[in-house]
C-alpha cells in the first residue's frame, strides 16, 4: 500500500553536505513516525534521527548539530539534510516509515531501497 523512494546519495568530500529524500506513495494511509536508519560495512545497521507526524524530532548523538530531519506531511515526503560530513557517516541510508491504512488500527513499518552515502578526500 506504501511504496518509498529514496534519492539524494552520492559522493562528498569531508565537510561538505548532501540532502536525502524520502518520498511515499499510494493512497489510503496515513504515516505517524518517520526516520533515517544507517548502515556501515561490517556494522549493525542503526538510528539516525526520528520526526514525529506533529514535527517532534530525536537524533543520534553522532549526528547532532550536523544532520536536521524534516518532513512535508503534504507531499508524504521526509528529508535529511547532512552538514559537516565526516568519513564516519559512509554508510548506506535507509528511510523508515510507521504508517497504517486508513481503515486499521496496526502500524505497519516499511522500509526503503537505502542510498549510499561517501565521504571521503
Known amino acids: 500500500q506504501v511504496q518509498l523512494v529514496e534519492s539524494g546519495g552520492g559522493l562528498v568530500q569531508p565537510g561538505g553536505s548532501l540532502r536525502l529524500s524520502c518520498a511515499a506513495s499510494g493512497s489510503g494511509f496515513s504515516i505517524n513516525t518517520m526516520g533515517w536508519y544507517r548502515q556501515a560495512p561490517g556494522k549493525q545497521r542503526e538510528l539516525v534521527a526520528t520526526i514525529t507526524s506533529g514535527g517532534i524530532t530525536d537524533y543520534a548523538d553522532s549526528v547532532k548539530g550536523r544532520f536536521t530531519i524534516s518532513r512535508d506531511n503534504a507531499k508524504n515526503t521526509m528529508y535529511l539534510q547532512m552538514n559537516s560530513l565526516k568519513p564516519e557517516d559512509t554508510a548506506v541510508y535507509y528511510c523508515?516509515?510507521?504508517?497504517?491504512?486508513?481503515?486499521?488500527?496496526?502500524?505497519?513499518?516499511?522500509w526503503g531501497q537505502g542510498t549510499q552515502v561517501t565521504v571521503s578526500s
Open positions: 523508515n516509515v510507521e504508517w497504517r491504512a486508513t481503515i486499521a488500527r496496526r502500524y505497519n513499518y516499511r
